[in-house]
T-cell receptor, first 113, second 110 residues
Framework: NAGVTQTPKFQVLKTGQSMTLQCAQDMNHEYMSWYRQDPGMGLRLIHYSVGAGITDQGEVPNGYNVSRSTTEDFPLRLLSAAPSQTSVYFC????????????FGPGTRLTVL | EDQVTQSPEALRLQEGESSSLNCSYTVSGLRGLFWYRQDPGKGPEFLFTLYSAGEEKEKERLKATLTKKESFLHITAPKPEDSATYLC???????????FGKGTRLSVIA
């Protein structure tokens, strides 16, 4: 199993550009989440999904969109990048809804100029 | 509002010097408390889940304990490879998302 994979590993954007961060898992997990991690702050939840076709907002959803057309994939879209979105983004998945044994991907380091 | 506070922010130990990391939390009905390890440039790695006060979990040199207000991660005779940032997170009742602490950065010196 590859676990949770994320692409790209690094990305530099200009203010106003859009892009999609890819996330895939091969563990048949129903629950998937996107987090951002900033210096001096804990991981913060952006969006999450409890299954294909079902998504919901987390703590910091503004400026981001998600969709879940398959169990395996959970892409995160930045609609119009802003410098405040400079961060490290992690995708995670778990089999159960109580986050027990949640697996994280390796992260995408995004810089918005 | 659910909150998690971890202390200390950073801890430097000599190899073999046992110590504990603290995670204090306030939550409206604890559904679960989670410990993760994060190495530089990598995603967090799941360590333990604790569900109720009095519960304990062990893995190699790590032991996690839980009370109604805090959790401790005890590290016994640490080795340099235990150096990492240790994250604590809680989930309250209902379908509420995880709330993470800022982490404790542990350095173990040979």
């Amino acid at each position: 199993n590859a676990g949770v994979t994320q692409t790209p590993k690094f990305q530099v954007l200009k203010t106003g550009q859009s892009m999609t961060l890819q996330c895939a898992q091969d563990m048949n997990h129903e629950y998937m989440s996107w987090y951002r991690q900033d210096p001096g702050m804990g991981l913060r939840l952006i969006h999450y999904s409890v299954g294909a076709g079902i998504t919901d907002q987390g703590e910091v959803p503004n400026g981001y969109n998600v969709s879940r057309s398959t169990t395996e994939d959970f892409p995160l879209r930045l609609l119009s990048a802003a410098p405040s979105q400079t961060s490290v983004y992690f995708c995670a998945s778990s089999y159960r809804p109580d986050y027990n044994e949640q697996f994280f991907g390796p992260g995408t380091r995004l810089t918005v100029l | 509002e659910d909150q998690v506070t971890q202390s200390p922010e950073a801890l430097r130990l000599q190899e073999g010097e046992s110590s504990s990391l603290n995670c204090s939390y306030t939550v409206s009905g604890l559904r679960g408390l989670f410990w993760y390890r994060q190495d530089p440039g990598k995603g967090p790695e799941f360590l333990f889940t604790l569900y109720s006060a009095g519960e304990e979990k062990e893995k190699e040199r790590l032991k996690a304990t839980l009370t109604k207000k805090e959790s401790f991660l005890h590290i016994t005779a640490p080795k340099p490879e235990d150096s990492a940032t240790y994250l604590c997170a809680v989930q309250g009742r209902g379908n509420t998302p995880l709330v993470f602490g800022k982490g404790t950065r542990l350095s173990v010196i040979a």
